[in-house]
């Protein structure tokens, strides 16, 4: 199966002005590291290369300051904003046109950021278990599993699946979010085997882009640290992380909305089993008692 590159561009214009306003946030994240990198850079050139402990010092509070910032914001505002994403991808009816409509309508699923991690956790777990044949899972898989090197790649492939089934919960149009949820989970289990393929392709394509920019950002630092005497080390790290958090920017989008529309594509038209539905209930307990 090959990757629908054009069915993703398609999912990805319906949020383009989500995309680029989230992918300012990563970009301004990436300043950030990148003013840390230099006060490491200042500090060793001026302790001449001898002062460790110092550059430590001096730079930790910075790099834990960073942590906390993006901890406050993934539970205050890029849950919402990464649940919106998703509202756009599934191609639902919006009440009103623009960000601010399909925020509040993502709030009506999503009202808390407890709410958003029981249920992502619980995606996953219930993926993870099925991929691994669990006794547990109250659902036996339809179709044999996949052994070997195709068996590691379904459950790195969780994650992004969790999203795309999270697609699928937003399009039910429905008014009861755990419903919603279990109805797309039930889907995905029982018509999406073409996806579970899908997904393997599009992880290649997503280690790809992060191998591509970590080398078009590597080989340049890597001079430039050379000429200036520097350590490379530093370089090499500092292109490390700024090549994740543009992979988080402009490739993890393109990828959701890759395995999205495939998802969609694949379970269009198809009803979810109730009985099904019935068995993921206790995997997916009630977020309003988390509230």
């Known amino acids: 199966m090959t990757v629908n590159f054009r069915e993703a561009l398609a999912t990805l214009s319906r949020a383009l002005s989500l995309v680029l306003f ?15 990198f230099a006060m490491l850079l200042f500090i060793f050139r001026l302790g001449n290369g001898a002062s460790p402990v110092v550059a430590v010092v001096f730079t930790l509070p910075a790099v834990v300051g960073g942590w906390i910032l993006s901890r406050v914001l993934q539970r205050f505002f890029l849950f919402r904003n990464r649940a919106a994403l998703l509202l756009f991808f ?11 409509a399909a925020s509040k309508e993502a709030g009506r699923f999503f009202p808390d950021y407890s709410g958003w ?8 777990r219930t ?6 044949g669990s006794k547990e899972f109250p659902v036996q898989p339809a179709v044999p ?7 590691i790649l379904d459950r790195l492939a969780v994650k992004p699946l969790s999203q795309a089934v999270l697609v699928l919960a937003f399009s039910r149009n429905g008014t009861d979010a755990q419903r919603a949820v279990r109805e797309g989970l039930a889907l995905y289990l029982g018509y999406g085997s073409k ?11 997503s ?17 430039i640290f050379r000429s200036a005497g520097a350590p490379v080390s530093i370089g090499l790290i500092l292109a490390a992380a700024i090549a994740w958090l543009l992979h988080l920017a402009f490739v993890v989008p393109f990828v959701l909305a890759g395995l999205s529309s495939g998802l969609l594509a694949e379970t269009r038209g198809k009803t979810p089993d109730p009985d099904l539905c019935e ?13």
């Open 90 to 100: 599934s191609g639902c009816s919006l009440p009103a046109p623009g960000l601010a």
């Open 117 to 124: 991690l029981i249920v992502n956790r619980g995606l996953r």
């Open 279 to 291: 068995k993921l209930s206790p995997l997916f307990p009630d977020t309003s008692s988390a509230r």
């Open 145 to 151: 599993l996949s052994k070997g090197f195709s068996r």
């Open 195 to 205: 996806s579970r393929h899908l997904a393997q392709q599009w992880l290649w394509f």
């Open 22 to 36: 989230r992918a300012g946030i990563f970009i301004a994240g990436g300043f950030m590291v990148i003013i840390i």
């Open 207 to 223: 280690a790809s882009g992060l191998a591509f920019l970590f080398l078009c950002l590597a080989l340049p630092n890597w001079f």
């Open 127 to 132: 993926l993870s278990a099925f991929y691994r």
